[in-house]
Structure formats: C-alpha cells, structure tokens
C-alpha cells in the first residue's frame, strides 16, 4: 500500500510538471502581451511645472507707529474702501502724551503772541503820535511776528505728527478689499504691530519658484496653464510677466536647499480667485508643429543612447533612436523610425530584440 502511495504522488506531480511546461510553450508560442502605439505627426511642446501662490501687486500691511490701544474699529475684513477712508480710531497711546505736551507748548505760545500783539499795537499807536522811536516799534512787532511763525510751524508739526503717528487714527492709503484685519476693539498693541492688509484684487498675479535652470528656459510672454483642480479653476491664457534676474536659496519640501528663481506669471481670465490660494502652472517654454513623433512611454535609455522596440512580424525588434525635443508625452524623433510604426508602450524586462509578442486586448 505504502509503495502505490508514493507512485500516486509521482504520477501526480509528473503531471503537473507537464502541464506547467505545456502552459510555458503555449505562452511562447502565443507571445507576450504587450501595449502599442503608432508614431505619427503631430504637436510636440515642452511643459514646465509647478506650484504657485496667487498674490497682489499693491498689497500693504499697514502697522501701528506707536503703542495703540483700539478705540474703535470702522471696518471688517472683506470690505471695500477708498483712499482716506477712516479705517480705524486710538487712544491713550504715547504719541497722544507727545501730542498733549505740543498743544500745552502751542497754548503758552498763543498767550506770549497775543500779549506780544497787544504791546505792538500799543507801540504803533505811540510811534504815529511820536511818541515813539521806529526802533522801539519795530522791536517789539518782529517779536509778534516771531512767536505768530513759531505758532504756525507748531500747529502743522502737531498735525502732522498725529497724522503720522495714528493718533489721529488710521486712513486708507489707497483704494482697495481689506484681506486681512489683524486687532480687535479695546486691544492694546505696541508700535510695529500689524493692524490692516489693503489689496487691490484688480490686479492679482500668481507667484512661484522654479530651479534656476529650469527658471533659464522661461521667457516673457511665455504661455502658462493656470490651474487647481480642486477648486474647479482652469486659465489656458495665462502668460509670463516676469522672470527676477536673481537666484535665491529656498529649501525644499524634502530638506533640501535649491536656487530657485521667481516668476510672476499674469491670469488671462477675469473669474474671480482667492487671494493667497495655491495654483498649479505649466509654462510651455518650447513648442514644434507637425514633427513625427513617438511617445515618450515607449523610449528607453541604454549605453547612453535611446531606443524603442517596435512591432515587427509579431516579435520586438530592438531600434536605436535619435530624438529632439522632449515634451510631455511625446518626444521628437530625428531619425531611427518612420510614420506608421508601432511601438511597444513601457517594455518590460521580460521583453528582448527578438521577443514574440503580441498585442494587449
């Protein structure tokens, strides 16, 4: 019984030898599957990529001259202003205490002036009666005159100061959306402290950062995609308006420290846009009409060349490629294939010159 068992397990595992060996030769025979296309004419443009911040031209962060403590508040972010606008009033700041002390000094000027013009006219009137030299009247109207100037220059320093200072409260430089209010009524703030950010949203622009190399290839005028499929957004009419001559160290997501360049680049839609949301960008830098073509899934770098494996007699037949332009997905082929030829699509390493294939349903 013993010896019939293990002859039942030779039986057994000589069949499925032979059935894994028939399954390897029809798979030969049949070929490997593989995914094709044809190389054809057509458009080859080279993309650049990357993220952006969608920012203002005339965006300013307006901060306290002084210690501030927020008397009132007339405005909330959001909201549309025009250049003089109140935006906010203060008190209690030490630029009010300056003040205070100026217009205590500009009182005891106004007393000395109108006791100095008081003696004046009193001169005047005993120098018509010739009672009085010129020189005693003159004397004492340049006094009044003098004190009446240093009154003057006191007042206009006093409102300027205040102007300056936000004791007077705050006004809107400009015309603009209020995209950031950054203190509360009754609050205290020290002086340099944030208080508004003003935007003109007429005029927004999206800012990135590319490597310096890649920064070398963009142009003004270049044409950009502007994007973010997330919010639904998409500009095929953006374009560049400013590559920055300067390359500046900025770290990367992964750690690492990189010179990248700053592009503006300028919407070409009027579609409304958040400012300070993210964009993705492609900045086509190169771009051919009508040039035969191959997809670049189907090219290879071996020994410092570039190859394909294209569809011949159902085999793979290995084919060296010159290429020129390399766009994103397609590349631009020089020489090496010819239009109408198919192309195996991301060959694997099961795949050699002379593999039998054919093709993927």
Same mark, same amino acid.
């Given at each position: 019984?013993?010896?019939l068992?293990?002859?039942?397990?030779?039986?057994?595992?000589g069949?499925?030898i032979?059935?894994?060996?028939v *399954?390897?030769?029809?798979?030969m025979?049949?070929?490997?599957?593989v995914?094709?296309?044809?190389?054809?004419?057509g %458009? $080859?443009?080279?993309?650049?990529?990357?993220?952006g911040? $969608?920012?203002?031209?005339?965006?300013?962060?307006?901060t *306290?001259?002084?210690?501030v403590?927020?008397?009132?508040l007339? @405005?909330e972010?959001?909201?549309q202003v025009k250049? /003089? +606008?109140?935006l906010?009033?203060?008190?209690? !700041?030490?630029?009010n205490l +300056?003040?205070?002390?100026?217009?205590a000094?500009?009182?005891?000027?106004?007393?000395?002036?109108?006791?100095?013009?008081?003696?004046?006219?009193?001169?005047?009137a005993?120098?018509?009666? /010739?009672?009085?030299?010129? *020189?005693?009247?003159?004397?004492?109207? !340049?006094?009044?005159?003098?004190?009446?100037?240093?009154?003057?220059?006191?007042?206009?320093s006093?409102?300027?100061?205040?102007?300056s200072?936000?004791a007077?409260? @705050?006004?809107?430089?400009?015309?603009? #959306?209020?995209?950031?209010?950054?203190?509360?009524?009754?609050?205290?703030?020290a002086a340099?402290s944030?208080?508004? %950010?003003?935007s003109?949203?007429?005029?927004?622009?999206?800012? !990135?950062?590319?490597?310096?190399?890649?920064?070398?290839?963009?142009?003004?005028?270049n044409?950009?995609?502007i994007?973010?499929e997330?919010?639904g957004?998409?500009d095929?009419?953006g374009? @560049?308006?400013?590559?920055?001559?300067?390359?500046?160290?900025?770290m990367?997501?992964?750690?690492?420290?990189?010179?990248r360049?700053?592009?503006?680049?300028?919407? /070409?839609?009027?579609?409304p $846009?958040?400012?300070?949301?993210n964009?993705? #960008?492609?900045i086509a830098?190169?771009?051919?009409?009508?040039?035969?073509?191959?997809?670049?899934?189907?090219?290879?770098?071996?020994?410092?060349s570039?190859?394909?494996?294209i569809?011949?007699g /159902?085999?793979?037949?290995?084919?060296?490629?010159?290429?020129?332009?390399?766009?994103?997905?397609?590349?631009?082929?020089?020489?090496g294939?010819?239009?109408g030829? *198919?192309?195996?699509?991301?060959?694997n390493?099961?795949?050699?010159?002379g593999t039998?294939?054919?093709?993927?349903?």
């Amino acid at each position: 019984m013993k010896l019939l068992k293990g002859k039942k397990w030779i039986v057994i595992g000589g069949a499925l030898i032979l059935m894994a060996a028939v *399954a390897a030769m029809t798979t030969m025979n049949a070929g490997i599957a593989v995914e094709s296309a044809t190389v054809d004419q057509g %458009e $080859v443009t080279k993309l650049l990529k990357e993220t952006g911040t $969608v920012e203002s031209v005339s965006s300013i962060t307006m901060t *306290a001259k002084n210690s501030v403590e927020i008397k009132g508040l007339m @405005v909330e972010e959001g909201e549309q202003v025009k250049a /003089g +606008d109140l935006l906010m009033t203060s008190d209690g !700041t030490s630029a009010n205490l +300056d003040i205070k002390s100026q217009k205590a000094e500009l009182t005891g000027l106004q007393a000395q002036y109108s006791q100095a013009r008081e003696l004046a006219n009193k001169n005047k009137a005993l120098y018509d009666q /010739g009672a009085l030299s010129y *020189a005693d009247y003159n004397a004492s109207n !340049t006094v009044a005159k003098q004190l009446a100037a240093q009154i003057s220059a006191l007042q206009y320093s006093i409102e300027s100061y205040a102007e300056s200072s936000g004791a007077a409260g @705050v006004t809107a430089p400009m015309d603009g #959306v209020l995209t950031g209010v950054f203190v509360k009524e009754g609050e205290s703030v020290a002086a340099g402290s944030p208080l508004f %950010e003003l935007s003109d949203l007429t005029d927004i622009y999206v800012k !990135t950062n590319f490597i310096a190399e890649d920064a070398d290839l963009i142009h003004t005028g270049n044409p950009v995609r502007i994007y973010n499929e997330d919010a639904g957004f998409s500009d095929e009419k953006g374009i @560049v308006k400013k590559v920055h001559l300067k390359a500046e160290n900025k770290m990367s997501d992964l750690g690492v420290n990189q010179k990248r360049v700053t592009v503006e680049i300028s919407f /070409g839609t009027t579609q409304p $846009v958040r400012l300070g949301s993210n964009m993705d #960008v492609e900045i086509a830098v190169e771009k051919k009409q009508n040039v035969l073509r191959v997809p670049d899934l189907a090219v290879f770098e071996m020994n410092r060349s570039n190859y394909v494996y294209i569809f011949e007699g /159902g085999k793979a037949v290995l084919r060296e490629v010159k290429t020129g332009l390399e766009g994103e997905d397609y590349m631009e082929v020089v020489s090496g294939l010819s239009l109408g030829d *198919a192309v195996i699509l991301s060959p694997n390493e099961d795949i050699s010159d002379g593999t039998k294939i054919k093709a993927q349903k």
